[in-house]
């Protein structure tokens, strides 16, 4: 039966494979699952940290600022 969700190889060293089956094991999940749910958060720190670096690079003290009543007229 075919499914809908992509399957990834991935390959860990001892200590990583054996830290995220004991995750696992603790939340009583499959290991597939757990990888899962830590590949989505990495993804969403790569993500913040882009954005953060775009927010950084807007920032400047040369900046004009008007009020908010001013933006929205």
Do not use: C
């Amino acid at each position: 039966m075919p499914t809908a969700k992509q399957r990834i190889n991935i390959t860990t060293d001892p200590n990583t494979e054996a830290a995220l089956k004991r995750i696992a094991k603790r939340e009583g999940v499959p290991v597939a699952t757990k990888a899962a749910e830590f590949v989505v958060i990495g993804l969403e720190l790569e993500e913040d940290m882009a954005l953060s670096a775009i927010a950084d690079s807007r920032s400047s003290k040369k900046v004009k600022y008007i009020k908010h009543g001013s933006a929205w007229k």
